[in-house]
């Protein structure tokens, strides 16, 4: 486990927020040399605290209206593997997200559309032809809001 | 309006966003002052909202991630503000969403292991007003994760 200091935490969260802050801009703002906030960055990357970088896109603006949630529940479980239905399943551009849970169903998957009907071209052709899906839930997803999570 | 160069650039961008400038304009075929002026246009323009580091819980040190589903009480209308006001509190939840369907609202919660998160659902999650019911979805891992859109 990676353990922080109150300055790394100070950091990851101006990273969280733009990834593409330089090492004097947050130097600046925390009352860092820029070396010390470069070396400090350099080591919450190597570290693993940061795993990469994500581009916060507006959906509605490129003409993506549509976000379901989607609990997919696998009808025959032994006669077709998860590998099979992991691999195809991630195949679908549509769907952004694959996560494999333990509860009511099997996956959660993230599916992006256009609209509704263009949600429903998605689901009946590449959803619903599945190998070994069986019931399928549909949540439409009305509001997101991502939290910094306990590095305040 | 977007045209097919800048389509270009998000479709390469969004699976490589740790890119310059300089890299991003060689991949899609484009000058450097091309391609940071059409950067430029997509981040005013409210398209690209932010590039953000993905903190990587886990090697953090919390092991447990849950997902729980809520139903609220609806016959307060102020149901869902007050609640999500009031989830907002807790540091631990990293995701809100709210839905239409079956489910009202889901809320990720990460822990640090089991005996944390237990004490966290007792003491931080059951006390969060207007549930009506509260289901728990344990993680097991991510199979895909980037989020790309079909550009």
């Known amino acids: 486990m990676i353990a922080l200091d109150t300055t790394d935490r100070r950091i990851l969260r101006l990273l969280a927020a733009d990834a593409t802050l330089s090492a004097s801009a947050i130097g600046r703002r925390l009352g860092l040399s820029q070396p ?23 959906h509605e603006k490129l003409g993506f209206g549509v976000t379901v949630f989607l609990g997919v529940k ?36 993230r599916v992006v559309a256009r ?38 | 309006m977007l045209d097919d160069i800048d389509r270009r650039i998000l479709r390469q961008y969004q699976h490589a966003p740790h ?27 409210g398209i690209i909202r932010a590039n953000r580091a993905v903190i990587d819980w886990r090697a953090l040190g919390y092991e447990v991630e849950v997902s729980l589903r809520v139903a609220l009480d609806k016959t307060d209308p102020r149901a869902f503000d007050e609640f999500i006001a009031e989830a907002r509190n807790v540091p631990e939840v990293i995701e809100i969403q709210t839905f239409l369907g079956r489910v009202d609202l889901r809320l990720s919660v990460i822990a640090r292991d089991m ?22 979805l344990m993680h097991v891992a991510r199979i895909k994760s980037d989020e790309g859109l079909p550009l």
């Open chain 2, 115 to 136: 005996a944390h998160y237990q004490e966290l659902y007792r003491s931080a999650i059951l006390s969060l007003p207007h549930i009506a019911d509260i289901e728990a």
């Open chain 1, 36 to 58: 010390a906030a470069w070396r400090r960055i350099r080591k919450l990357h190597e570290s693993g605290a940061i795993k990469g970088q994500r581009l916060d896109l507006d």
């Open chain 1, 74 to 109: 696998l009808a025959t479980k032994g006669r077709v593997s998860l590998e099979d239905f992991e691999r195809a399943v991630t195949a679908i551009p549509e769907v952004q997200t694959v996560e494999h849970i333990l509860g009511l169903y099997d996956y959660r998957l």
């Open chain 1, 115 to 152: 609209d509704i009907a263009d949600f429903e071209r998605v689901l009946r052709r590449r959803i619903m032809t599945l190998p070994g899906l069986g019931n399928v839930e549909a949540n439409v997803l009305l509001s997101e809001e991502r939290r910094p999570g306990p590095i305040g």
């Open chain 2, 19 to 45: 890119l310059g400038p300089a890299d991003l304009a060689e991949r899609t075929g484009l000058t450097p002052a091309t391609c940071a002026r059409r950067l430029d246009r997509l981040r005013s323009g």
